[in-house]
T-cell receptor, first 111, second 115 residues
Framework: DQQVKQNSPSLSVQEGRISILNCDYT??????FLWYKKYPAEGPTFLIS?????DKNEDGRFTVFLNKSAKHLSLHIVPSQPGDSAVYFC??????????FGTGTSLTVIP | DAGVIQSPRHEVTEMGQEVTLRCKPI?????LFWYRQTMMRGLELLIY????????DSGMPEDRFSAKMPNASFSTLKIQPSEPRDSAVYFC?????????????FGSGTRLTVV
């Protein structure tokens, strides 16, 4: 059973606009969350993280929001750039244990 | 450090053949993970090792799959016999779990095609 879900397989956004990628999880014990970015023919690379003691974490153009009551997190990219085109995976864990990954969302930023 | 190194990058094999995928984790990382990427399930954890010991292999699809980690610098994932439905990209990742950092470093993956 998929404990971490990304219900949008793909997303297209115009360059300069905001990209919002969503992720839902089912296990209320999860307390640490990551976003990974994956280019074709490469392994996923770490992008940004958030722990359950926060509801927002920002790193440059990337911000992750966590809504614990809704078991939902989102990744905002502002402004979106063509180089952001990639597959984005969210992942969740109980701190110190293995991560469970979602199915990924393929983002295309249109110049 | 060269990162997590996987070999081969691509493997094409005939159904029924044995396939061995290899992984060298980052030196000093004490945890190693094998993932399979498919369209339907995304990044699916197959097995993970901590200090060379298998901790959770519940994701291994069936007895045709086996994984070993004979030492801290090497792991293999073997499929015998291989089937066309095993075709996927297999990733290895390592992490210094329990040592402060919590994110995984992934290798570039092995694209397996079973015909």
């Amino acid at each position: 059973d998929q404990q971490v879900k990304q219900n949008s397989p793909s997303l297209s956004v115009q360059e300069g606009r905001i990209s919002i990628l969503n992720c839902d999880y089912t296990n209320s014990m999860f307390d640490y969350f990551l976003w990974y970015k994956k280019y074709p023919a490469e392994g996923p690379t770490f992008l940004i993280s958030i722990s359950s003691i926060k509801d927002k974490n920002e790193d440059g153009r990337f911000t992750v929001f966590l809504n614990k009551s809704a078991k939902h997190l989102s990744l905002h990219i502002v402004p979106s750039q063509p180089g952001d085109s990639a597959v984005y995976f969210c992942a969740a864990s109980v701190y110190g244990n293995q991560f469970y990954f979602g199915t990924g969302t393929s983002l295309t930023v249109i110049p | 450090d060269a990162g997590v190194i996987q070999s081969p990058r691509h493997e094409v094999t005939e159904m029924g053949q044995e396939v061995t995928l290899r992984c060298k984790p980052i030196s000093g990382h004490n945890s190693l993970f094998w993932y399979r990427q498919t369209m339907m399930r995304g990044l699916e954890l197959l097995i993970y090792f901590n200090n060379n010991v298998p901790i959770d292999d519940s994701g291994m699809p069936e007895d045709r799959f086996s994984a070993k980690m004979p030492n801290a610098s090497f792991s293999t994932l073997k499929i015998q016999p291989s089937e066309p439905r095993d075709s996927a990209v297999y990733f290895c990742a390592s992490s210094p779990m329990g040592q402060g950092e919590l994110d995984y470093t992934f290798g570039s993956g092995t694209r397996l095609t079973v015909v």
